[in-house]
């Protein structure tokens, strides 16, 4: 039983271009949820998703950033004209119930650089 | 603020000490978790306690919850090298999302 995949594990990307970051959730999870994480720092909330519905997006930057979950195929974040304090490491987790009455799976994040 | 705050920033131990880490937070919660994160990994989730619950134990793991001082604890006892991670609180209160704290740096030398 595969955890959660994110895809791919590094990305460089030079100002101004597009990041798209993939994750597909456990088997079974229908809850996904996108954090970023600085260096040394704990995790931020971004958004969270259910299959075709953005739930919160409380976390989101207003600008450049957006979130899909599709009915098929992955969860995707992106960011679009990419800075250089968008470079992060971006985890993301599911659950099979609504979060906080059940743990979070977490994938082992795209680390994003921004050169 | 909604997070937890992680006391010790770092630790630093002898392999077969025990590790105890808090957890202080001002808002009130429907439950604490905690995790733990591996250099260059995901989180992994450890325990959930509920505002109800005092106490839990996982093998090594065992925490506490005192909701009247709002503050967790996570004790490791006989760590081992293995046991070398970050370690997080998350609070989980309804309508709202988790939120993680800073961490706990702990480095457990063999």
């Known amino acids: 039983n595969a955890g959660v995949m994110q895809n791919p594990r590094h990305l460089v990307r030079r100002r101004g271009q597009e990041a798209r970051l993939r994750c597909s959730p456990m088997k079974g999870h229908s809850h996904v949820y996108w954090y970023r994480q600085l260096p040394e720092e704990g995790l931020k909330f971004m958004v969270y998703l259910q299959k075709e519905n953005i739930i919160d997006e409380s976390g989101m930057p207003k600008e450049r950033f957006s979130a899909e979950f599709p009915k098929e195929g992955p969860s995707i974040l992106r960011i679009q004209q990419v800075v250089r304090g968008d470079s992060a490491a971006y985890f993301c987790a599911s659950s099979p119930r609504v979060w906080g009455d059940s743990p979070l799976h977490f994938g082992n994040g795209t680390r994003l650089t921004v050169t | 603020s909604q997070q937890g705050e992680e006391d010790p920033q770092a630790l630093s131990i002898q392999e077969g000490e025990n590790a105890t880490m808090n957890c202080s937070y001002k808002t009130s919660i429907n439950n604490l978790q905690w995790y733990r994160q591996n250099s260059g990994r995901g989180l992994v989730h450890l325990i959930l306690?509920?505002?109800?619950?005092r106490e839990k134990h996982s093998g090594r793991l065992r925490v506490t919850l005192d909701t009247s001082k709002k503050s967790s604890s996570l004790l490791i006892t006989a760590s081992r090298a293995a046991d070398t991670a970050s370690y997080f609180c998350a609070l989980f209160n309804a309508g709202n999302m988790l939120t993680f704290g800073g961490g706990t740096r702990l480095m457990v030398k063999p």
């Open positions: 306690i509920r505002s109800n619950e």
